[in-house]
């Protein structure tokens, strides 16, 4: 199992980005799908999951700014980032339910003026 995330960079606070990932590999049935994010010193920390039949948790702090989609067909999953701020700033990776083992390079977001 194969994951790639793509989209971080630097953006202002008050910006936005969307991140993606797509899954590859040997993969039957993925089940809910998520976005992860560790900050330096921090301990890696769940952001947001969508599951099979697309219902959405988020973190506290994430809610109402951050939005996570999926395209199952494609083995894909989005997360849509607005009104970022500083304490965003991380390193986002995407993970599979059943395959929670697997994790990719992560895709770094620096959120700073």
């Known amino acids: 199992v194969q994951l790639v995330e793509s989209g971080g960079g630097l953006v202002q606070p008050g910006g936005s980005l969307r991140l993606s990932c797509a899954a590859s590999?040997?993969?039957?049935?993925?089940?809910?799908m998520g976005w992860y994010r560790q900050a330096p010193g921090k301990q890696r920390e769940l952001v947001a999951t969508?599951?099979?039949?697309?219902?959405?948790n988020y973190a506290d702090s994430v809610k109402g700014r951050f939005t996570i989609s999926r395209d199952s067909a494609k083995n894909k999953v989005y997360l849509a980032m607005n009104s970022l701020k500083p304490e965003d700033t991380a390193i986002y990776y995407c993970?599979?339910?059943?395959?929670?083992?697997?994790w990719g390079q992560g895709t770094q977001v620096t959120v700073s003026s």
């Open positions: 969508i599951t099979s039949g697309s219902f959405a």
């Open positions: 993970n599979l339910e059943n395959y929670p083992n697997y």
């Open positions: 590999g040997s993969i039957f049935g993925i089940g809910a």
